[in-house]
C-alpha cells in the first residue's frame, strides 16, 4: 500500500504558474505509474496527466497539453505537476494517484491509490 499527500495548491492570477507535488510512502514508489486528476465543483473529476514509472512515458489531457508538465523523483518519492498560463477553467481540487498497472492510463478506475486533494484557485 501508498499513502499520498498532495501540496502546492493556491490562490493564483490567471496566466500565472504553480507546481503541485504528491509525497508518496510506503511500498517503493517506483513500483507505480502516477497521475494527476482533478475535480471542479459540479464535475466529474477527469484526468490531467500520467507518467509510468520510469518517468519515460506520459500523457495529457488535451486541455492541459503544452501547458502542464508532469514529472517524478524516485529517489524521493514525489510525484510533480508544474503547471503554468493556468486558466480559471483550471479551478478545481487536484488529486493524485498511484496505480499498479506499469503502463501510462488515463482511466481513473485504473489507480489503486488516491490522495487528499489540493485545492487549486485561478482568477480572472
Known sequence: QV???ESGGDLVQ??????????ASGRPFNSYT???FRQAPGKER???AAIIW????TNYADS???RFTISRDNAK????LQMNSLKPEDTAVYYCAASRL?????AYYDYNYWGQGTQVTVSS
Do not use: H, I, N, P
Open 34 to 36: 502516477m497521475g494527476w
Open 3 to 5: 499513502q499520498l499527500v
Open 14 to 23: 490567471a496566466g500565472g504558474s504553480l507546481r503541485l507535488s504528491c509525497a
Open 77 to 80: 518519492s514525489t510525484l510533480y
Open 46 to 48: 477527469e484526468f490531467v
Open 54 to 57: 520510469t518517468g519515460s512515458s
Open 64 to 66: 492541459v497539453k503544452d
Open 102 to 106: 506499469l503502463r501510462v492510463t488515463t
